[in-house]
C-alpha cells in the first residue's frame, strides 16, 4: 500500500483519514480491522479516481467566479426592486420588505444549485471565448435556480414546522413574518418567470426554457404533494413506508430541480436540444436520488452545527430513507417501538427511534449503499462518450459524495 498511501496524503483531507484510521482502532476483532481497512482502501481509491477524473479545481478562478455570480445577484435584485420594466408599482414599504426578504432567503445557502449552472456551461463551452454577456446570462439562470430553491424552501419549513434553516430561524418564524412567508414563496417562484422573460424573451431557445422551467415546477410542486400526502394525509401508517414511494418521492421534489435543471439551463444557454440528451437526465435524477438519501441521514445523524439545521424528520413523521430501511429490516419488538414512537416530538421518543437505527446498524447500511451508489454512478459516467457530459457529471458527483452537510 506505499505508493497508494503517498497518494491519499496528498488528495485526500486530513481529516478524513484520521477519522478513517480511528475507526479501525476502535475495533478489537482482527478480522473486524481486516474488513473496514479493505473497504477504508477501496473507498479511497475511489476518492482519488474521482479527484482524477473530473474537472480540475479552480482555485482562485473558483472563486473569481463565486464573486461575479454574487455581484449578478445585487444586479438582479436592484432591478427586480427599481426597474419598471419588470412592472411592479412598489411602495418603500414594500419594497423595504422584499428587499429583505430576498435577502434572507435566496443568496445564504452553498449555492451549488447556481454555480452548477455556470461551471456546466464553461465545461460545455471548454475551448471557446465565453464573453461577459454569455456568462451573465449563466449567471441570471444560475440565480433563477436559487430563486426556486428558496421558494420551496421557505413554503417547505412551513409544512414542515420546521425551526432553523441555514443557521438562521426558518422565515417564517420570525415574530414580523409569521404565515406572511407563504405569500412570499409564490413571489419568490413569479420572480423566476419575471427574470426569465427580462432576459431571454429575443432569444431563439425562450419556448424551451419557459417549457423547461414549466415542467421543472410542475413536477417539483408534484414532489411535495407526494410528500405532503403520504406524511400528513390519513391514518398514520408506516407500513406505507416503502423504497417505491420514496423513490417516487425524492425524484420529483428533489433530483428535478436540484440536479437535472441547472445542467438542462446549461444546455439551452449552449444551443443545444434537451431532447439529445435523455440518458444524462437519467444520470442526474439517480444523482438526485442518492444526494436526497444522503440528506435524510445526515438529518438524524449529522452534526447541526455543520449542516445548519436541526433534523425534525422523525418528529414530523417523514417518509425519509432511514425509516424505509427500517421498516424492511426490524423485528416484531423494534418494529412496535417505531410504531410508539415515530412521528412525535416527545425527546424520548426520537431517543427511541434514534436507538433502533442504531441497533439495525444504519450507519454501516448506508455507508454500505453510499459506495455502491457510488460505484454504479461512476461506472455509467465512464461509459458516456461526450467529454464534456462526463465532466459534467463528474464534476456533480465530486461535489456530494461524502459530503457532511
Keep these: 500500500m506505499g505508493a497508494l498511501a503517498a497518494s491519499i496524503a496528498s488528495n485526500v483531507t486530513s481529516g478524513l483519514l484520521s477519522a478513517g484510521l480511528s475507526s479501525l482502532a476502535a475495533l478489537a476483532n482482527p478480522g473486524e480491522i481486516i474488513r473496514r481497512a479493505s473497504r477504508l482502501e477501496d473507498e479511497f481509491k475511489e476518492l482519488l479516481r474521482l479527484h482524477a477524473g473530473s474537472a480540475p479545481e479552480q482555485g482562485a478562478g473558483g472563486q473569481q467566479t463565486k464573486e461575479r455570480f454574487l455581484r449578478a445577484y445585487e444586479r438582479l435584485k436592484s432591478e427586480l426592486l427599481n426597474d419598471r420594466a419588470f412592472n411592479f408599482d412598489f411602495t418603500e414599504e414594500t419594497r423595504q420588505w422584499v428587499a429583505k426578504m430576498l435577502d434572507y432567503n435566496v443568496p445564504g445557502g452553498k449555492l451549488n444549485r447556481g454555480l452548477s449552472v455556470i461551471d456546466s456551461y464553461m465545461l460545455l463551452r471548454e475551448g471557446t471565448e465565453v464573453d461577459d454577456e454569455d456568462f451573465y446570462l ?37 415574530p414580523t413574518v409569521g404565515l406572511s412567508a407563504i405569500n412570499d414563496g409564490v413571489l419568490l417562484k413569479c420572480h423566476v418567470q419575471a427574470i426569465i422573460k427580462r432576459y431571454f424573451k429575443e432569444k431563439f431557445y425562450f419556448l424551451d426554457l419557459m417549457e423547461l422551467w414549466n415542467e421543472i415546477g410542475l413536477q417539483t410542486a408534484m414532489g411535495q404533494m407526494l410528500d405532503l400526502i403520504t406524511t400528513h394525509t390519513g391514518a398514520k401508517d408506516l407500513a406505507r413506508y416503502r423504497i417505491q414511494g420514496y423513490r417516487r418521492i425524492v425524484k420529483y421534489k428533489t433530483s428535478y430541480y436540484s440536479f437535472y435543471l441547472p445542467v438542462a439551463c446549461a444546455l439551452l444557454l449552449n444551443g443545444a436540444k434537451l431532447s439529445d440528451y435523455l440518458e444524462l437526465k437519467n444520470v442526474l435524477i439517480e444523482m438526485g436520488v442518492y444526494f436526497q438519501v444522503q440528506d435524510d441521514y445526515l438529518d438524524c445523524f449529522g452534526d447541526p452545527e455543520v449542516i445548519g439545521k436541526v433534523g425534525t424528520d422523525i418528529e414530523d413523521y417523514k417518509c425519509s430513507w432511514l425509516i424505509v430501511q427500517a421498516m424492511e429490516l ?10 410508539e414512537n415515530y412521528g412525535k416530538s416527545d425527546p ?58
Design 348 to 405: 424520548e421518543c426520537v431517543a427511541a427511534v434514534k436507538n433502533v437505527y442504531k441497533e439495525l446498524d444504519l450507519q454501516d447500511i448506508f455507508l454500505e449503499y453510499e459506495s455502491r451508489v457510488y460505484k454504479h454512478l461512476i461506472s455509467t459516467i465512464d461509459a458516456e462518450p461526450d467529454r464534456a457530459i462526463r465532466a459534467i457529471l463528474k464534476s456533480f458527483l465530486k461535489k456530494i459524495y461524502r459530503r457532511k452537510k
Design 330 to 339: 426490524a423485528n416484531e419488538n423494534e418494529m412496535k417501538i417505531l410504531y
Design 138 to 174: 449563466a449567471c441570471v439562470l444560475g440565480w433563477c435556480v436559487e430563486w426556486l430553491q428558496a421558494s420551496a424552501l421557505v413554503l417547505d419549513d412551513i409544512t414542515d414546522n420546521a425551526y432553523t434553516r441555514r443557521d438562521n430561524l426558518c422565515w417564517y418564524k420570525l
